[in-house]
C-alpha cells in the first residue's frame, strides 16, 4: 500500500515514537508546541524556540522540530493576518505590504526590513502570544487521548509477538 507524504512525513514519525515508549502526553505536547512556535510571527526565530521548549520541558527534539518545519508555509501564510492583528489590537496605522514584498527586502536588505517590520512584528507577537497558549491547549487536549487510544491498540500487539 503507497503511504501519503503526510503519513509518511509526520504521523508515521509520531506513532514510532509511541512504540519507542515515548509517553502519549510528551508527543501531544511536543506536536503542540511545535505547530504553535512553528507559525510564531517572526521569521527565522522557529527553530530555536522549539529547542529551548524542548528542552525546557523534557519534550522530544525531533518530534517538536518536525512538527515546526511541516507547518513553516503555515507561517508563512499566517504571518500577514497576525500584523493585521496587531494592527487592529494595538491601533496601529495600516502596513500595506504582502508577503512577497516582505521576502523581497529581507532578500535585498535584512537590516533595513527588520527596522520597517519591527513594530508590526512586535504587535504581532503580542497578538501570537494571547492565541498560542489556547491553540496548543486544544491541540493537546484532542491529541493526547487519541495517541493513548492508538497506544492501547498497538500494546496488545507488541504482547502478543513477544
Known amino acids: 500500500m503507497k503511504e501519503g507524504f503526510f503519513y509518511r ?12 515508549g ?11 508546541l511545535g505547530a504553535a512556535l512553528g507559525v510564531f510571527p517572526a521569521l527565522g526565530w522557529t527553530t530555536a524556540l522549539c529547542a529551548i521548549a524542548a528542552l525546557a520541558l523534557r519534550l522530544n527534539l525531533p ?3 518536525m512538527v515546526n518545519y511541516f507547518v513553516y508555509p503555515a507561517q508563512i501564510a499566517l504571518l500577514i493576518p497576525f500584523f493585521r492583528l496587531g494592527e487592529k489590537l494595538f491601533r496601529a496605522p495600516h502596513l500595506p ?3 512577497l514584498q516582505i521576502h523581497a527586502m529581507i532578500r535585498v536588505n535584512r537590516w533595513a526590513a527588520i527596522r520597517l517590520l519591527w513594530a508590526a512584528t512586535w504587535h504581532a507577537i ?3 502570544c494571547l492565541i498560542a497558549p489556547v491553540f ?17 491498540k498497538q500494546t496488545p500487539q507488541v504482547a502478543g509477538a513477544a
Open 126 to 128: 503580542v497578538v501570537w
Open 97 to 99: 505590504i504582502s508577503i
Open 136 to 152: 496548543v491547549a486544544v491541540v493537546y487536549a484532542i491529541l493526547a487521548p487519541a495517541l493513548r487510544r492508538i497506544l492501547r
Open 22 to 32: 515515548v509517553t502519549p502526553e510528551k508527543i501531544a505536547l511536543s506536536v503542540a
Open 63 to 65: 518530534a517538536i522540530q
Open 9 to 20: 512525513r509526520l504521523a508515521r514519525p509520531i506513532l514510532d515514537l509511541l512504540r519507542q
